[in-house]
């Protein structure tokens, strides 16, 4: 659980980073954003922690949300809608057929003109 509350300070919580890290933020309980899960934003480990959060399932899309809870960021699951899921899908055909024509240049030893 990535929000304590703190008994000592009323109204006050603790979010740890869901990274992996282990970083950590006290702040006013109501200023933290809801989000299913809270990464630091540091210049060493973000990057990484962003990366040990898990991937959305299938059908469903990430929502970042910065500064959710002061400087963390928070990352939420959401459902796509149809056109979002059609638009997610063209973007992987894009990617292949591109990754596919940089395999056949490579192999090839040639450039291939774009139409």
């Known amino acids: 659980m990535p929000i304590k509350l703190l008994t000592e300070k009323e109204g006050w919580a603790c979010v740890t980073c869901d990274g992996g890290c ?3 933020v006290e702040l006013r309980a109501k200023k933290i954003q809801p989000a299913t899960f809270y990464i630091c934003d540091s210049r060493e480990d973000g990057r ?4 040990a959060t898990p991937k959305p399932p299938l ?3 990430r929502a970042i949300i ?3 809870a002061a400087h963390f960021t928070g990352l939420r699951h959401e ?14 055909e894009i990617l ?15 450039q291939i003109e774009p139409k």
């Open 96 to 110: 292949a057929s591109g990754l596919a024509r940089l395999a056949i240049e490579k192999a090839a030893g040639v």
């Open 59 to 61: 059908g469903f899309c």
């Open 22 to 24: 282990g970083r950590k």
């Open 66 to 68: 910065y500064g959710a």
């Open 79 to 92: 459902p796509m809608s149809a056109t979002e899921a059609a638009a997610a899908l063209r973007a992987q």
């Open 48 to 51: 990484k922690c962003f990366e």
